[in-house]
């Protein structure tokens, strides 16, 4: 199992125009070829008068990496797609750039520029994002509690992954394998000792941090 890999947080959306062609970048988190399929055919259905529906995908299931040209010239569209992707060292990730030709032809070097700039800037919209296998704590307060322990959190640079209410409040947090002693002291702190801290399991939490 991977301690972390990058890949992006939503779904986006972007357009550029060449020669008065129009590329509509679209890229999507997933995380099996089924979900992929399923992003691909929702643009397909979406854009179904458009001249070409181009894709490339990378999963970690499975190690699965596809693409199409979709009818432009072989290595033109797919294969810049998929480099895209893999420029950026991203996987869990599908992008699907729709062209609606605009008249003029652009020549192999420029449906490779066009191709790999729709989907270069449609990763980039869909915001980078590094998924680092951490454990998760929870970390069970009153009510009162939760605004200064929510804080201190944060301030420790941990990512809350969810949080729960109930009789009393439970914040799932996602903590770096040695770090769980430092959760636990400061909470402890914080809360005066009311707290209950639980390691729960292990899971791949949010991190933005590209310099770690």
Do not use: W
């Amino acid at each position: 199992m991977l301690s972390k890999y990058k890949t992006i947080l939503k779904s986006s959306e972007i357009e550029i125009i060449e020669k008065k062609s129009r590329f509509i970048g679209y890229a999507c988190p997933v995380t099996t070829e089924e979900e992929a399929l399923e992003f691909v055919n929702s643009i397909k259905q979406k854009h179904r008068d458009a001249t070409h529906n181009v894709y490339a995908y990378i999963t970690r299931d499975n190690n699965i990496t596809r693409f199409t040209d979709d009818g432009e010239p072989s290595g033109t569209a797919g294969l810049p797609t998929l480099d895209a992707i893999r420029k950026a060292d991203f996987t869990d990730c599908a992008v699907v750039v729709t062209r609606y030709f605009g008249g003029t032809l652009l020549g192999t070097g420029g449906l490779v520029r066009a191709y790999s700039s729709a989907a270069s800037k449609a990763i980039i919209a869909a915001t980078p994002v590094i998924k680092r296998l951490s454990k998760i704590y929870t970390v069970t307060i009153p009510y009162e509690l939760h605004g200064n322990v929510s804080y201190a959190i944060s301030q420790m640079g941990f990512e809350i992954a969810d949080t729960e209410y109930t009789e009393k409040v439970k914040i799932f947090v996602g903590v770096p394998f040695d770090k769980g002693d430092l959760l636990s002291k400061e909470i402890i702190s914080v809360s005066g000792g009311r707290a209950k801290i639980e390691c729960v399991g292990q899971e791949y939490v949010n991190n933005f941090d590209f310099n770690e």
